[in-house]
């Protein structure tokens, strides 16, 4: 056996204290991994904004008509998208696509519960002033 060496003590230093959910920890670090990504990221959605969506003039479907609703709003969306400032961005994908609750996206952003909700009322007022106030969901307005 040989002793423990200044790196092994080193390395049990940085394991977190244990916490009844590290859900919030886990997803701190997803954040910080999307903000490493962000520069390609907004590069892509800028390209995006310029793309241009042709028109068509095919008869519409309820399901083609969602679709094409998607295609027209894209480049708009992906501006708006890069547009926000890394902070809200964090929140929003926190929100959205982890699917986190207010108080979890709170958590793993270190900041308080108001924030989170001024935040994304900020943001989707954000969003629907450059969508021109198209809905942000299917139909729905959020509430």
């Not at 390395?11 to 859900?23: I, N």
């Not at 903000?35 to 995006?48: F, G, I, K, P, Q």
């Not at 961005?89 to 926190?94: E, G, H, I, T």
Request: no cysteine; net charge positive.
């Amino acid at each position: 056996m040989t002793a423990p060496s200044e790196t092994d003590e080193a390395s049990d230093a940085e394991v977190p204290a244990r916490r009844p959910d590290a859900r919030p920890w886990s997803y701190a670090i997803a954040t910080n991994a999307i903000r490493a990504h962000r520069r390609a990221e907004v590069r892509r959605n800028r390209a995006l904004a310029r793309a241009r969506v042709p028109a068509e003039d095919e008869p519409f479907t309820e399901r083609s008509d969602a679709r094409l609703t998607a295609q027209r709003l894209q480049p708009a969306l992906a501006a708006a998208l890069a547009r926000l400032s890394p902070a809200d961005r964090d929140l929003l994908l926190l929100i959205a696509w982890a699917d986190l609750g207010y108080e979890e996206a709170a958590d793993a952003l270190g900041i308080p519960v108001g924030t989170v909700r001024s935040r994304l009322h900020r943001i989707r007022k954000k969003t629907r002033r450059v969508l021109g106030g198209a809905p942000l969901t299917n139909g729905e307005e959020p509430a």
